[in-house]
């Protein structure tokens, strides 16, 4: 990675990178909202997943949870505690975390990727440095 005068180019790649430890770290924060919210059988809102997340409700509107958030939402909008208790076994939430699971694996592996190219990089910078 070539870098200027002043470092920029490092201090963007930086940047870039705290960001998307950020987006990592909230969006993991949102799916483990969920998870507990269902096992607690509580209904799941935009709202509580917002609370119970740590973070504001337009930052769970803006994930990618939204849609499965809305759905588990109308799923329980109306039923009692007692009937959330037996919703939240169905085949409709089952599948809900599995799919939450999918989307969990696949940003995992598109993690190691980039970092295995960012490590790849930096060795052959160091390589190259060091036969200067």
Known sequence: MTT???G???RVANLREVARQRKVRTEEAIRNAVVSLDERHVPITVAAVAKTAGVTRQT????????EIEALR??????????TVRATATEASLKQRLDLAYREIEKLREERD???QTLNAVLAQQRQDSRR
């Open 4 to 6: 200027d005068v002043h």
């Open 74 to 83: 109308d799923q329980t909008r109306g039923k009692s505690a007692r009937s």
């Open 8 to 10: 920029r180019t490092v």
């Open 60 to 67: 769970v509107y803006n994930s990618p949870f939204r849609k």
């Open 114 to 116: 980039k970092l295995r």
